[in-house]
């Protein structure tokens, strides 16, 4: 298949030695591809690109061959969504619900459970609500709307129980509780939160067995038992538990983490057990002593516990080992001869190395198959054989972690390292161990659900039947209408090929997403972008035009619309011609830049040739393509209106383009040789810009270029330019002697030295101008043919409305500096002779004989008034502020040595870091220190010093905000913090409070002092009571309120 290339030069192959003016229909035909061969049916994979009359390769072959019915498809097939026979319902997530939906599912095959929940009666359900009497004696059925959790929960069983869905939508359940579906919540506070609710609720049913279930399936009861070991008194208190927290930390399986948890506990020292029977504190023993285990036993795996360092929860992804068959007999402490066995029935799994994201599944064994099942929200897999097998699913997946080894487990034992909540099931007197024998999912054998419920699931069942018949009806219209369009579409395929002299232009690119699109195609045939300005067929645009028959193009037409519609008349001869004249001149450029070359690349005699810009000699080429190329668009322009042409819309908005690039074009060829034309339209004197051509060379150049200027060696130079040169060397020389003269009168001013300043005593009186005049003025003096020498001194920049002195140069302010600069007065003299003045201000300082005081008297005076208010301003504006920089020194005395060191002498701390320093505190009071009546300017620029970080903060940050900074600069808790501030603690102020009000603006330093680290036993025990507590997560939901 030939390129794109190849197409066009074989299709131009004649212009370069074709004028114009000889182009007939031979050229024509040539230019636009007529005689090109047509590609034969299938013999290209991609379309011939620059061929009109390859019309294989478009994407018809997919149209042309058989088309499966589910290419016309665009949803999934409905039947997909029912509920195989024999199988378990799924549960939809909700956006980060997965946590809910694998308790749902724990709890759902829990079948004493699940028949407790249907028992209970909603206090709404009445006999008058089921049936309401209508009219001809006939009875419509109401179905029951749940408004209470556990309500919302027997709807959930029951679609889990009945429902002819593979998986069922929670959406109501998880409304009701109130719960954010985007954020995740901690799946064992959930837990627990959530069966307390239940609790409370089904308390208050008639039925004993619906009052009692919580309690009857998962309470336990243990003892907190305490022995002195002086008097051996034993106290003992019991308590009721529903789940058994186990410490993972430290632990490789099961038993040792129940051993944690039982062990004895030694109250000592400052710990001591306050005694009854020997009135004071005792050293004592304390454990946990189980009593009662229930039926079904929930043991929690602290693997998400809090870490000091960070202040947040992180995850323990370490391995603990489980039995499948867990025998806790002799963890009683009474009836021990009693046989608690019991056997695993859940394992929930988070699958994700962090705390704060993941994703949660369950593994659950069904009592009446034997089989284990993987819960995956909506997708339910049996597990093959009967022994559960975590797999992949137990894997960290993490950016960059790593898989460690799986421990060697002994027989009938399992381990994870994702497993966050294990449930056993107790066995009955008499079972037997290992999984149950399988039998048949026979619905009577399962819960039955109340009346209320059946017309719930009824209701819900029909409504997903009627779904999946009217997807059924939508999927076969689909394929029906894609059949009628391949039909359609093959039609006008056949009908592609030209068998007579007539014949249209079309677009090649509509014609190929025709093809590509399988749905409705309803964009309209544009043959717009192949048109010129003429209205016809652009020869630029073969590479996308096709040449089709016109009775395909007919059915195109009436179909879909569109247009313009092009024929065989449509060939612009023009645009041919303009080509043509492109491609002649573009050879003769060639012809000729190889003689101007060889004439030019030698230096030639000065007195022959002609001037020509070194800049057009370069691009004369591109400059003669410019100008050809405007006029050959302006002769088609006048050409179109002297016909009379009819051009539409788009084609009047391709035309201005194209006059306005015209225009600029032209004004590009008018540059030629013209960087030798001076302002005045002579010869300029700029011998660089210029360069002297043969005779030879400047010939060929008139030829593409007859209106450019034109001067021979002989040409005089401009007068007037050599006037204006003239008079600038003399300004030039004049700027030199006098920034030479005002140097050596001004010498300090220029070096910057021996400058006044107020706090000499012998300092009285100095003159004030602005800094920016003193910049020019040096700039000036050290460049006068540079820089232009200044104008004026203007001093009103330090004057306010009021035409007084709105500065006051005694302030020790740093930015002042940057605006003023003091003057001795003989200065002042100088610089006013030199320069006009605006507004002389003169400082004047002055003792008081009575006390001693040194006071400022200015011409024209202070304004107090106006400084007031620009202090109050500037002191606004610097409470706002945005990525600036603070600094944050460590600190580990109790005395705020940072505070301290500030206050010495600037230069002398360079030895006195606070974190590495071996002084004594005694020690620093030998440095001097700075005299409080200083003024002396101090530097902007801070000097860090070892220990010191730098962060950047922004005004309405808060403390806390900066806490956790420091937490990360330091690696410290935030309780662990004491901020102080110029000696001020900022840690006992609220964590809201914004930085900005608490005084913390750019480039302060901030003191932190770490404060030892707590070796408190009991904050372990603290920690896992506050687990205990609701999270602040489910604040406001119905898990913490009342249902």
């Not at 322009?637 to 032209?666: L, M, P, W, Y």
């Not at 700027?735 to 070096?751: C, D, F, H, R, S």
């Not at 690696?971 to 964590?991: E, I, K, R, W, Y």
Request: a neutral charge; hydrophobic letters at 30%; charged letters at 30%.
């Amino acid at each position: 298949m030939p390129s794109k290339q190849q197409f066009d030069k074989s299709a131009w192959q004649w212009a370069e030695k074709t004028e114009p003016e000889h182009v007939n229909q031979c050229h024509l035909n040539s230019a636009y591809r007529i005689n090109e061969t047509a590609c034969s049916k299938n013999s290209c994979r991609k379309n011939c690109t620059g061929n009109p009359n390859c019309l294989t390769g478009l994407g018809e072959k997919e149209w042309l061959g058989a088309i499966d019915d589910e290419y016309w498809l665009d949803i999934d097939d409905p039947n997909e969504e029912k509920r195989p026979e024999n199988s378990f319902v799924g549960l939809k997530n909700l956006g980060a619900t997965c946590y809910v939906n694998t308790f749902l599912q724990v709890w759902f095959h829990n079948e004493d459970f699940r028949r407790a929940v249907y028992l209970w009666i909603p206090p709404e359900v009445t006999e008058e609500h089921k049936k309401i009497k209508c009219g001809n004696n006939k009875t419509e059925v109401v179905v029951f709307k749940p408004s209470t959790v556990a309500g919302h929960l027997q709807h959930v069983f029951a679609l889990m129980q009945y429902s002819s869905r593979r998986y069922i939508d929670p959406t109501d359940f998880i409304n009701c509780l109130g719960l954010d579906t985007a954020l995740q919540q901690d799946a064992q506070e959930f837990c627990k939160l959530l069966l307390s609710l239940l609790e409370d609720t089904l308390s208050r049913d008639t039925s004993p067995t619906v009052q009692h279930i919580i309690q009857n399936q998962f309470c336990g009861q243990y003892a907190y038992t305490t022995q002195c070991n002086n008097c051996l008194t034993r106290s003992s208190r019991p308590s009721r538990f529903y789940e058994l927290d186990l410490n993972i930390k430290g632990h490789k399986d099961l038993k040792e983490c129940l051993d944690e948890f039982l062990q004895e506990e030694r109250l000592e020292g400052s710990n001591q057990y306050f005694c009854n029977t020997c009135n004071s504190k005792q050293n004592a023993s304390r454990r946990i002593h189980l009593q009662n285990l229930p039926p079904v036993l929930n043991l929690q795996l602290l693997r998400f516990v809090f870490d000091r360092q960070t202040a947040m929860k992180k995850k323990l992804n370490t391995y603990i080992q489980f039995p499948e068959f867990l025998n806790l007999s002799m963890n009683l402490y009474t009836n021990k001869d009693v046989v608690c066995e019991y056997e695993l029935k859940a394992v929930l799994i988070h699958r994700g190395p962090s705390a704060y994201s993941g994703h949660y599944i369950a593994h659950i064994r069904d009592d009446k198959s034997g089989f284990w099942f993987k819960y995956n929200d909506e997708q339910i897999d049996r597990i093959e054989g009967k022994k559960l097998k975590l797999g992949t699913e137990d894997d960290l997946h993490g950016a960059g972690m790593s898989q460690p080894k799986k421990p060697r487990l002994p027989k009938g034992n399992y381990a994870s390292r994702n497993a966050y909540m294990l449930v056993y099931k107790r066995k009955e007197l008499g079972q037997k161990k290992g999984p149950g024998i399988e039998h048949d999912r026979n619905v009577s054998l399962e819960p039955e659900i109340p009346e209320h419920l059946q017309d719930m699931v009824l209701k819900d069942n029909e409504k997903f039947d009627n779904w999946i018949l009217e997807m059924n009806k939508i999927r076969n219209a689909s394929v029906e209408t894609g059949k009628a369009r391949q039909n359609e579409i093959k039609h006008i395929i056949e009908l592609f090929p030209i068998t007579d002299d007539k014949y249209e232009w079309f677009n090649g690119d509509w014609i190929k997403a025709w093809l590509a699109d399988q749905g409705t195609f309803n964009t309209l045939p544009d043959n717009s972008v192949m048109m010129c300005h003429h209205g016809n067929l652009d020869p630029k645009k073969m590479n996308i035009a096709k040449r089709i028959s016109t009775k395909a193009a007919d059915l195109i037409y009436s179909k879909y619309g569109g247009g313009p519609r092009l024929t065989e008349q449509h060939m612009c001869l023009p645009c041919v011609k303009r080509t043509c004249s492109k491609m002649c001149l573009e050879a003769r450029l060639k012809e000729d830049s190889k003689i101007i070359y060889d004439v030019t690349k030698t230096k030639i005699d000065c007195f022959e040739g002609y001037w020509i810009g070194k800049e057009s000699l370069r691009t004369w080429k591109k400059l003669a393509m410019f100008r050809n190329n405007s006029e050959s668009t302006e002769e088609h322009f006048s050409h179109s209106v002297k016909n009379g042409k009819e051009i539409s819309n788009i084609n009047q908005i391709v035309r201005d383009g194209k006059e306005n690039k015209a225009d600029e074009k032209e004004k590009k060829q008018n540059k030629f040789n013209c960087e030798v034309v001076c302002a005045h339209g002579n010869l300029s004197t700029d011998s660089s810009l210029r360069r002297l051509i043969p005779t030879v060379a400047w010939n060929l150049l008139k030829k593409y270029f007859p209106d450019a200027p034109e001067y021979d060696y002989e040409q005089q130079l401009c007068l007037k330019c050599k006037e204006i040169k003239q008079e600038d060397e003399q300004v030039s020389n004049r700027n030199k002697i006098i920034a030479a003269e005002e140097k050596t009168v001004l010498l300090q001013l220029y070096l910057d030295k021996h400058r006044p300043q107020w706090k000499k005593e012998e300092q009285r009186e100095v003159m004030m101008i602005s800094k920016l005049f003193v910049e020019e003025w040096r700039n000036f003096v050290k460049q006068p043919l540079r820089y232009d020498r200044p104008t004026m001194i203007d001093n009103t920049i330090f004057l306010c409305p009021h035409d007084l002195l709105l500065v006051k140069p005694d302030i020790e302010d740093g930015n002042l500096e940057e605006i003023l600069c003091l003057l001795w007065p003989w200065e002042f003299d100088i610089l006013s002779r030199s320069y006009p003045v605006n507004k002389m201000i003169k400082l004047n300082k002055s003792k008081n004989e009575v006390t001693k005081i040194d006071s400022i008297q200015s011409n024209p005076e202070f304004c107090i008034q106006c400084i007031a208010e620009k202090e109050k301003q500037e002191a606004e504006e610097k409470k706002h502020y945005n990525g600036e920089k603070i600094y944050l020194r460590k600190v580990t005395d109790v005395v705020d040595k940072a505070a301290f060191l500030d206050k010495l002498i600037p230069g002398e701390e360079k030895n006195s870091d606070p974190d590495f320093s071996q002084q004594q505190p005694n020690e620093f009071g030998k440095r001097k220190l700075c005299d409080i009546a200083y003024n002396g300017r101090r530097s902007t620029r801070h000097r860090r010093v070892r220990g010191e970080k730098e962060v950047i903060v922004s005004s309405t940050n808060t403390l806390k905000e900066l806490k956790v900074k420091v937490m990360h600069a330091f690696a410290v808790a935030p309780f662990d913090q004491t901020l102080m501030l110029d000696g001020v603690c900022l840690t006992t102020h609220s964590n809201e409070i914004n930085l900005s009000d608490l005084g913390i603006y750019p480039q302060c330093i901030i003191s932190v002092k770490i404060d030892a680290p707590c070796n408190d036993t009991n904050f372990l025990e603290e920690v896992y009571e506050a687990s205990n507590k609701p999270e602040a997560g489910f604040t406001g939901t119905g898990l913490v309120g009342n249902s």
